[in-house]
């Protein structure tokens, strides 16, 4: 239930909607508001910096 929580305080926050469509099965979509895709340049800047962390300590440990 781990990913439920973490939809639900997203949600909470603002950043995602949930859309529930009343089909059979269930069907259920969330998608980012206004205020998450605010986020996506900041998200994107910190998965550089990851990626080049990873290579830094990849390369000091093939040394």
């Known amino acids: 239930m781990m990913l439920t929580k973490s939809l639900k305080e ?18 259920v979509e969330y998608a980012l508001t206004d205020r998450g895709k605010a986020l996506l340049p900041t998200l994107n800047e910190l998965s550089i910096w990851g990626e080049e962390q990873l290579k830094l300590h ?3 440990s093939d040394l």
Request: a neutral charge; hydrophobic letters at 30%.
């Open 10 to 27: 997203l949600e909470e926050e603002g950043l995602v909607v949930r859309i529930q469509y009343e089909t059979i099965p269930p069907k």
């Open 58 to 60: 990849k390369s000091k």
